[in-house]
């Protein structure tokens, strides 16, 4: 694969729905993985997800393969 092929996530808050878009689950699997990681990632403090979070789900989850944004 070519340099400029490869697609750079940013390490940022992002809403639900946006890692929904991401890993292309419904809300349904996204809540059930998150809820096996809650201990690591904390409760969200409003509708996004704080960047340290993402940095954790990121990890523990995988770096998302399909990216639509």
Do not use: C, H
Not at 31 to 56: F, M, T
């Amino acid at each position: 694969m070519s340099q400029s092929n490869k697609q750079v996530i940013e390490i940022k808050p992002y809403l639900s729905k946006d890692l929904l878009r991401f890993y292309q689950v419904t809300y349904p699997t996204l809540n059930k993985w998150l809820d096996g990681i809650k201990d690591k990632i904390g409760k969200r403090n409003g509708a996004y997800w704080s960047s340290k979070q993402v940095e954790i789900i990121f990890q523990e989850l995988g770096i998302p393969k399909t990216i639509s944004y």
